[in-house]
């Protein structure tokens, strides 16, 4: 099952990333990438305003990232998204704001706290049996585009960042801030 995130919320929960820091969103993205890769699943994550409104260039393949228009906010845009789903009883939303969350309860989502789902991205060590979620089997059968049922051949079951690559990529992070 895809989530849709509210990539602030969840930032303010997390013991390593700190709001202060001009890297969180890019620190965030990176973790978010190691979850869908190891759940076998998709991710938007809509922040604040921050960099450029719209879709980011900081998305990929299996984690969107969307930035708020100056005059909006994470909440209306994820709201949005949650009443113009097709399929809303596959998607999971992370938030802590209880308006955004009513919301995607009333279209029958699955909800989660940011308090509870920052527990869930915690690396998993090798001797750790949860390593896949009940919703793991569904989440490559769902676009994140338009949130429907769809086929996705090309998708990688298992994406992984090595070392350089992370450093490139908070190196590109770093220059855009």
């Not at 990438?33 to 719209?54: E, H, P």
């Not at 706290?113 to 060590?125: K, M, N």
Request: glycine share 4%; with cysteine.
């Amino acid at each position: 099952m895809p989530y849709l995130i509210d990539g602030h919320n969840l930032i303010g929960q997390l013991p390593d990333i700190s709001l202060a820091d001009p890297n969180d969103e890019a620190k965030l993205v990176l973790k978010l990438i190691g979850f869908a890769a190891r759940m076998q699943t998709k991710c938007v994550v809509v922040f604040d305003q921050g960099m450029t409104a719209g879709k980011s260039r900081l998305s990929n393949g299996v984690v969107e990232v969307v930035f708020a228009a100056p005059r909006a906010n994470a909440d209306a845009i994820m709201m949005g998204r949650i009443r113009a789903t097709r399929d809303p009883r596959y998607w999971i939303v992370v938030s802590n704001d209880q308006e955004v969350l009513n919301c995607a309860r009333a279209r029958k989502m699955k909800t989660i706290r940011s308090v509870d789902f920052a527990r869930e991205l915690r690396p998993l060590s090798v001797h750790d049996k949860t390593a896949r979620s009940p919703a793991a089997p569904h989440a490559r059968a769902y676009r994140i585009k338009d949130m429907r049922p769809d086929d996705d051949p090309g998708a990688a079951e298992d994406v992984r960042l090595s070392a350089a690559e992370i450093e490139m990529w908070l190196k590109l992070f770093n220059e855009r801030k």
